[in-house]
């Protein structure tokens, strides 16, 4: 059996750079599958009907952005989400010592 056909969706995506929510048209002009009637890979046919939901997904996540970008220009996350930083780019390790989080952490025996 040969299926041919268009396809087209909107994918939500998160941009991985400044973590904003996008979405992105995902367009399938010519999707054709080929589905095999006989042997180990046949398809089932239930009243003139085949579930091509296995086959679709599969196309989806392989043109699914691996790091979804927002903008190709995308700078990322604003200086005072990011924190204070020292020269090397490291966090200020004074900043962190306050933290509550790592308070708690540092309570911790091993």
């Given at each position: 059996m040969l299926i041919?056909?268009?396809?087209?969706?909107?994918?939500?995506?998160q941009c991985v750079r400044c973590l904003k929510a996008f979405q992105?048209?995902?367009?399938?002009?010519?999707?054709?599958?080929?589905l095999p009637l006989e042997g180990e890979d046949r398809v089932s046919v239930v009243n003139d009907c085949v579930d091509l939901t296995p086959y679709?997904?599969?196309?989806?996540l392989l043109e699914f952005p691996q790091h979804p970008l927002c903008d190709p220009?995308?700078?990322g996350l604003p200086k005072t989400w990011q924190?204070?930083?020292t020269?090397?780019?490291n966090p200020d390790p004074?900043?962190?010592a306050g933290s509550p989080a790592w308070?708690?952490?540092?309570?911790l025996k091993f």
């Open positions: 041919q056909g268009r396809l087209r969706l909107v994918l939500a995506c992105r048209p995902l367009v399938f002009a010519q999707w054709t599958r080929h679709i997904r599969e196309d989806i220009e995308c700078r924190g204070e930083r020269p090397a780019g004074a900043r962190l308070a708690e952490l540092n309570k």
